[in-house]
T-cell receptor, first 110, second 113 residues
Framework: EDQVTQSPEALRLQEGESSSLNCSYT??????LFWYRQDPGKGPEFLFT?????EEKEKERLKATLTKKESFLHITAPKPEDSATYLC???????????WGAGTKLIIKP | DAGVIQSPRHEVTEMGQEVTLRCKPI?????LFWYRQTMMRGLELLIY????????DSGMPEDRFSAKMPNASFSTLKIQPSEPRDSAVYFC???????????FGQGTRLTVV
C-alpha cells in the first residue's frame, strides 16, 4: 500500500537553529514527491517537486533532497516566519492522486 | 490571477441541512481537486476532475456527498443531508496538465451542529 510518514510530528527550534524534517514513503513507482507549507487558516502552499533520487532543490532557507525511500527538508538558520506545518506528498506513477503525510508542525522561537 | 477562490470561507449549519461549497479554479487549469482536512485524518482527496469530467470519486465518503463541474471555471461540492462528522475544512485545488503542483484555495471551514 502506498504510504507517506512524516517525522517528527512537531519541532520547536530557536531562531537560527538549523534542522531537518523527514518524509519517508513507500509507493509503487514514484512520479514525484512534493513539499508544501501550510499556515494556520490557509490552504497548502507549494514549495518543491522532486522527481528522482539524488535531486535537490532550494528556496531561500529551505533545501529539499530525495532518496529512493525518503526526502528531507533542510531548514538553515530559520526565522520565526518559517513557522508553519510542512506537508509532504507523493504521486504514484500509476495514477494522478497525491498521497499525503500528516505533516510536521515547525515552531521557530525568536 | 487571483488564485483558487472558494466560498464561503466559513459555514455553520444544522444537522440534516444541505450544504453547498463553491470553487473557482485558476483560469486555464484543467485539473480540479476537492480535499477534506481534519486533525484526525489529515488531507484526504475526495474527488478530482479533468476537463470538467469526474475522473476518480473513490474518496467521496458516502452518497450524501456529490460534486459537479458544469464548466471550466466553477465547481461545487454538495453535502445532503449534512452530519456533525462532516465538520472539517474543505479545500479546492487546481493544476495544469503536464505540471503536477496543485494550487490550493483558502478553504471552507464547515461546522455541522
Amino acid at each position: 500500500e502506498d504510504q507517506v510518514t512524516q517525522s517528527p510530528e512537531a519541532l520547536r527550534l530557536q531562531e537560527g537553529e538549523s534542522s531537518s524534517l523527514n518524509c519517508s514513503y513507500t509507493v509503487s513507482g514514484l512520479r514525484g514527491l512534493f513539499w508544501y507549507r501550510q499556515d494556520p487558516g490557509k490552504g497548502p502552499e507549494f514549495l518543491f517537486t522532486l522527481y528522482s533520487a539524488g535531486e535537490e532543490k532550494e528556496k531561500e532557507r529551505l533545501k529539499a533532497t530525495l532518496t529512493k525511500k525518503e526526502s528531507f527538508l533542510h531548514i538553515t538558520a530559520p526565522k520565526p516566519e518559517d513557522s508553519a506545518t510542512y506537508l509532504c506528498a507523493v504521486q504514484a506513477a500509476s495514477n494522478y492522486q497525491l498521497i499525503w503525510g500528516a505533516g510536521t508542525k515547525l515552531i521557530i522561537k525568536p | 490571477d487571483a488564485g483558487v477562490i472558494q466560498s464561503p470561507r466559513h459555514e455553520v449549519t444544522e444537522m440534516g441541512q444541505e450544504v453547498t461549497l463553491r470553487c473557482k479554479p485558476i483560469s486555464g487549469h484543467d485539473y480540479l481537486f476537492w480535499y477534506r482536512q481534519t486533525m484526525m485524518r489529515g488531507l484526504e482527496l475526495l474527488i478530482y476532475f479533468n476537463n470538467n469530467v469526474p475522473i476518480d470519486d473513490s474518496g467521496m465518503p458516502e452518497d450524501r456527498f456529490s460534486a459537479k463541474m458544469p464548466n471550466a471555471s466553477f465547481s461545487t461540492l454538495k453535502i445532503q443531508p449534512s452530519e456533525p462528522r462532516d465538520s472539517a475544512v474543505y479545500f479546492c485545488a487546481s493544476s495544469l496538465a503536464g505540471r503536477t503542483e496543485a494550487f490550493f484555495g483558502q478553504g471552507t471551514r464547515l461546522t455541522v451542529v
